[in-house]
């Protein structure tokens, strides 16, 4: 059962599959995690529960990832958001970072997390844990 002490990570991505995989990970890790499948849904949950990080898939139908970046940060710019996707570009990553993303991984996010992967020199999953757990006891 979730403790409310625990770090709150919202996940948006219209895959099922990737919620089922990140929630996995994330619950191992001692998190409390909110999924949804719908950008709509998961900006309300935001606004709701105020989580301490927020994952965004870039691609999604009604609002995209991007778009929602935008509308987390001016909700409250203390949220980390991570954005990822399986069609990563530099220019995706960059224009992520202008508008205030934490972290816009240059991997596939599903194989990342799945193998517990190094990307840029920490494992994500162990980097996105640590920094809830650090947010909170704040």
Request: with cysteine.
């Amino acid at each position: 059962m979730p403790d409310a002490r625990q770090p709150l990570v919202v996940v948006v991505d219209d895959e099922q599959g990737t919620l089922d995989l990140l929630t996995d990970v994330f619950t191992d890790m001692d998190l409390r995690v909110l999924t949804t499948t719908d950008p709509e849904v998961g900006l309300d949950l935001i606004r709701q529960k105020r989580p301490q990080i927020v994952f965004l898939d870039l691609n999604m139908p009604k609002i995209g990832g991007m778009q929602l970046l935008e509308m987390v940060v001016n909700f409250d710019s203390a949220i980390e958001v991570f954005l990822f996707t399986g069609d990563y570009s530099t220019s995706s990553a960059v224009e992520a970072i202008q508008k205030g993303a934490a972290d816009f991984p240059d991997c596939s996010c599903r194989r990342s997390f799945r193998n517990r992967e190094r990307v840029g020199g920490a494992g994500l999953a162990s980097d996105v844990a640590g920094r809830a757990w650090s947010v909170r006891s704040l």
